[in-house]
């Protein structure tokens, strides 16, 4: 199973601060799927990426694929108080999903 | 027209009681999952199920029974419960190589 690392574990911010955040592994992903988990919630799907060097844009959130494909980064703009939840990334290989350990995310007014 | 329902969402009981999670999906998806999130919000998939064929069995005491009765339903049953099992337990369904659709999960606590 690859190990995946995610940085920071936890982020605290205002309301209209940029932020980012990191996935990391020492192994090449075949893609990648970054979620988001509300609380009370299961994890929500927000993006894959798959090919080296891929950006995707959802609204205010930018995802980067690295181009050996080994880390990602995901980057909020503007944080806003409902992007508050916990950002997991994942990796998908054949029927299992396996995810990292997450970065917290707190948006405070 | 929830696509992954789970029930209960809550779960107190004793330690060395028997008790049981159901899921059901309506997408249509052969492949459906139990993942446990512990304390420190970690995801970690358990079991995994493809046509109600068992496929992933993770590192899980044998305390823990998954039972598929049909391709829409993943049920877990758990045997005389420990402290350490307390947890958010997450049911999820998809296609190979494709997106998780997941439950809301069933938040388990042992006394």
């Known amino acids: 199973t690859q190990l995946l690392e995610q940085s920071p574990q936890f982020l605290s911010i205002q309301e209209g601060e940029n932020l980012t955040v990191y996935c990391n592994s020492s192994s090449v992903f075949s893609s990648l799927q970054w979620y988001r988990q509300e609380p009370g919630e299961g994890p929500v799907l927000l993006v894959t990426?798959?090919?080296?060097?891929e950006v995707k844009k959802l609204k205010r959130l930018t995802f980067q694929f690295g181009d050996a494909r080994k880390d990602s980064s995901l980057h909020i703009t503007a944080a806003q108080p409902g992007d508050t939840g916990l950002y997991l990334c994942?990796?998908?290989?054949?029927?299992?999903?396996?995810f990292g350990k997450g970065t917290s995310l707190l948006v405070t007014p | 027209d929830t696509a992954v329902s789970q029930t209960p969402k809550y779960l107190v009981t004793q330690m060395g009681n028997d008790k049981s999670i159901k899921c059901e999906q309506n997408l249509g998806h052969d492949t459906m999952y139990w993942y446990k999130q512990d304390s420190k919000k970690f995801l970690k998939i358990m079991f995994s199920y493809n046509n109600k064929e068992l496929i992933i069995n993770e590192t899980v005491p044998n305390r823990f029974s998954p039972k598929s009765p049909d391709k829409a339903h993943l049920n877990l049953h758990i045997n005389s419960l420990e402290l350490g099992d307390s947890a958010v337990y997450f049911c999820a369904s998809g296609r190979v190589e494709q997106k998780l659709f997941f439950g809301s999960g069933t938040q388990l606590s042992v006394l």
């Open positions: 990426v798959v090919t080296g060097g």
């Open positions: 994942a990796q998908k290989s054949g029927y299992a999903l396996n």
